[in-house]
């Protein structure tokens, strides 16, 4: 007898999504048209924030903040699965979120894709998925490593 194929959890692809940026994450959203994470950095306290703001939370200063690429590179810290979604969501249940914390120290909260619910853990390293949104941005979301064997 064979083994049950795993169940795949939807990708939310066909999810409708709009975003309207904030001024001071605009270099954000812009870097997402090349595909590119990048995130805040305090210079006066070496640490990196997210989500953007419009100033550091660390010291309170704009003039601390600079804009710094990652990898986007990281690992799952939490997981749930979604079965019941806000709109626009509803009817693409169910779906997985995740917590992945970045290799750069700080969280971030995303979808993930490419992934059943056999496979999902805490601790799985991720990488960065990007969905093509209609004004040329792309929305971060992560799928897991895949060894290139």
């Known amino acids: 007898?064979?083994?049950?194929?795993?169940k795949a959890l939807n990708?939310?692809?066909?999810?409708?999504?709009?975003v309207k940026p904030y001024n001071f994450s605009r270099p954000f959203w812009e870097a997402t048209r090349e595909k590119k994470l990048v995130i805040q950095y305090c210079r006066r306290t070496g640490k990196y924030q997210h989500h953007s703001r419009p100033t550091s939370i660390f010291t309170g200063r704009?003039?601390?903040?600079?804009?710094?690429?990652?990898s986007g590179k990281?690992?799952?810290?939490?997981w749930t699965i979604a079965h019941r979604g806000p709109?626009?969501?509803?009817?693409?249940?169910?779906?997985?979120?995740?917590?992945v914390t970045l290799d750069v120290g700080v969280n971030f909260i995303a979808n993930m894709v490419n992934c059943t619910r056999e496979e999902i853990r805490i601790g799985m390293k991720v990488v960065?998925?990007?969905?093509?949104?209609?004004d040329g941005t792309h929305?971060?979301?992560?799928?897991?490593?895949?060894s290139s064997n």
């Open 128 to 134: 960065p998925y990007w969905l093509p949104l209609p």
């Open 1 to 6: 007898m064979s083994e049950p194929t795993p």
């Open 62 to 70: 704009r003039s601390d903040l600079e804009w710094r690429e990652v």
């Open 139 to 146: 929305l971060l979301m992560f799928q897991p490593e895949r």
């Open 87 to 99: 709109l626009p969501f509803q009817g693409h249940e169910p779906y997985l979120v995740v917590s």
């Open 11 to 18: 990708n939310t692809f066909e999810v409708k999504r709009t």
């Open 74 to 78: 990281g690992e799952v810290f939490s």
